[in-house]
């Protein structure tokens, strides 16, 4: 069984930042990448950046510039440094793992509880 356990949302004012982070426990045995998806209300769900083991990474058009993702490979915990924050940037923020589990070494494709960002004066 994988936990995922997400932190660092919040309220924060236009050009403010925050650091959001996700870590994974359990049962993985690898991680191949781990990222950040957001939905806003009436949207659906889209990527924002995301990495893998080897720290290739991949930004929305939106962010590049402004978000910066990392991720500690012992801890198994991704972060994502929000800097420049604008109102279309609120939404609920996701966390995604792919990754090895369990004795068997299953594919694991799981989804965080999501924390919300909220970009407001």
């Known amino acids: 069984q994988v936990r995922l356990v997400e932190s660092g949302g919040g309220l924060v004012q236009p050009g403010g930042s925050l650091r959001l982070s996700c870590t994974a426990s359990?049962?993985?045995?690898?991680?191949?990448?781990m990222g950040w998806y957001r939905q806003a209300p009436g949207n659906e769900r889209e990527l924002v950046a995301r990495?893998?083991?080897?720290?290739?990474?991949d930004y929305a058009d939106s962010v590049k510039g402004r978000f910066t993702i990392s991720m500690d490979n012992p801890s198994n915990t991704v972060y994502l440094q929000m800097n420049s924050l604008k109102p279309e940037d609120t939404a609920v923020y996701y966390c995604?793992?792919?990754?090895?589990?369990?004795?068997?070494?299953?594919?694991?494709?799981?989804w965080g509880q999501g924390t919300a960002v909220t970009v407001s004066s």
């Open positions: 995604n793992v792919v990754a090895v589990q369990g004795p068997l070494f299953k594919a694991y494709n799981g």
């Open positions: 990495i893998t083991r080897g720290g290739t990474t």
């Open positions: 359990g049962s993985i045995r690898s991680i191949n990448s």
